[in-house]
């Protein structure tokens, strides 16, 4: 069984600040991806990454995919009171030709930005 | 934004009840996974489809059916609720392969009293 583990669980910071969250695991994965998830809603894609090393941005956010693919961390520069809710990762098994049907999910981030 | 709808959004039902939760989407995505949020497990896999009338167990099914007779609409019932089912559940599609890239619905909160 797969296995995510993010780090750390809950983070309250003050806006302006820069933070990082992590996603890690002992297994392989073929592509990773990162959602945010405000209150009452539904997790929202924010990125996906499949090459080991990878790095995206997107505006203050820089997603990067370990090189072994066995973890990713979100890094958030200037956090704005928008950037509030719940951070999750998902990993996809080794692609192994055929359907893999099935993500595993970290349990997340809860990120606070007070103004 | 992937269009995904669920309904109903809010459902309070009462022990021994059985419930339908409904997940319709308008991408054509091939799959459907059904999960259910409650804190300090995360999201957890409840059943998912990859096909019309094709389904499987997630790590949580017991208690729990799903039917997929058209690739627009997931349903997932519970033939008879219990307090431990009070969760929110999510409805997610799928039709990327490689990364399985999967996009949520809006949720259903539900309470079993």
């Known amino acids: 069984t797969q296995l995510l583990e993010q780090s750390p669980q809950f983070l309250s910071i003050q806006e302006g600040e820069n933070l990082t969250v992590y996603c890690n695991s002992s297994s392989v994965f073929s592509s990773l991806q990162w959602y945010r998830q405000e209150p009452g809603e539904g997790p929202v894609l924010l990125v996906t990454?499949?090459?080991?090393?990878e790095v995206k941005k997107l505006k203050r956010l820089t997603f990067q995919f370990g090189d072994a693919r066995k973890d990713s961390s979100l890094h958030i520069t200037a956090a704005q009171p928008g950037d509030t809710g719940l951070y999750l990762c998902a990993g996809a098994p080794p692609w192994s030709g055929g359907s893999n049907y099935k993500l595993t999910f970290g349990k997340g981030t809860l990120l606070t930005v007070n103004p | 934004d992937a269009g995904i709808t669920q309904s109903p959004r809010h459902k309070v039902t009462e022990t021994g009840t059985p419930v339908t939760l409904r997940c319709h989407q308008t991408e054509n995505h091939r799959y459907m996974y059904w999960y259910r949020q409650d804190p300090g497990h995360g999201l957890r896999l409840i059943h998912y489809?990859?096909?019309?009338?094709?389904?499987d167990k997630g790590e949580v099914s017991d208690g729990y059916s799903v039917s997929r007779s058209k690739t627009e609409d997931f349903l997932l019932t519970l033939e008879s609720a219990t307090s431990s089912q009070t969760s929110v559940y999510f409805c997610?599609?799928?039709?990327?392969?490689?990364?399985?890239?999967?996009?949520f619905g809006p949720g259903t909160r539900l309470t079993v009293l």
């Open positions: 997610a599609i799928s039709d990327d392969r490689r990364t399985d890239t999967q996009y």
């Open positions: 990454v499949v090459t080991g090393g």
């Open positions: 489809s990859y096909g019309v009338k094709d389904t």
